[in-house]
């Protein structure tokens, strides 16, 4: 999986030898990650300081999902995962992670 700022969601079934483009609307991505079989993926993004939200996409049920919210990120290292919960208005609250991220 890939991004391209101002551009789209790419994704390469042969280790990178093609990319096709996923079809979703070109946005300001700031990250993407994917489940280890591709399955379900997620990345997030911001057209300015105090916008953004995050693009969900599941393969099995064919739906996509994109929710706004406060602008922010978060990062980790390989392992690393956190669990989030949707609180409302277009935000999310961490409920428990493993390994070490930084949120800002």
Not at 57 to 78: I, K, P, R
């Amino acid at each position: 999986m890939a991004t391209v700022t101002n551009g789209g969601i790419y994704f390469s079934a042969n280790y990178g030898l093609t990319w096709t483009k996923e079809t979703v609307a070109d946005q300001y991505w700031k990250s993407i990650t994917c489940s280890y079989d591709g399955s379900k993926v997620a990345a997030a993004f911001a057209p300015t300081l105090t916008s953004g939200g995050i693009y969900y996409w599941h393969a099995l049920l064919e739906s996509t999902l994109t929710t706004t919210g406060v602008n922010g990120s978060m990062t980790g290292g390989q392992g690393a995962t956190v669990e989030l919960q949707h609180v409302g208005g277009g935000k999310f609250m961490p409920l428990s992670g493993l390994g070490t991220f930084w949120a800002n």
